[in-house]
């Protein structure tokens, strides 16, 4: 966990020192790193056996809280970018 925050930090320092430059390739380096952090999370679940096994019997319930939780984060990202947009106008 120290790791994950040490990481993150270190982003934050970097984005303050970098902030006045505009980076161009920001945008599609981040989309193409989720898409191969999705990848790989899928890759680990496809490849242990124990999820595999139950994943039938995990059923709706799982189902609703996976769509629940991404449809949270797409609500609460998009209310936070609104707010950021506004508050830079």
Known sequence: MFIV???MFVGIV???LFRSRKIRFQNGLILTLIWVLLFLLGLEVGMNDNVV???ASLGLEAAVI???ATLGS???AKLLWGSIKNHEK
């Open 66 to 68: 996976a769509v629940a």
């Open 14 to 16: 970097a984005g303050y």
């Open 74 to 76: 797409v609500v609460a």
């Open 53 to 55: 096994r139950k994943f």
């Open 5 to 7: 925050l040490a990481f």
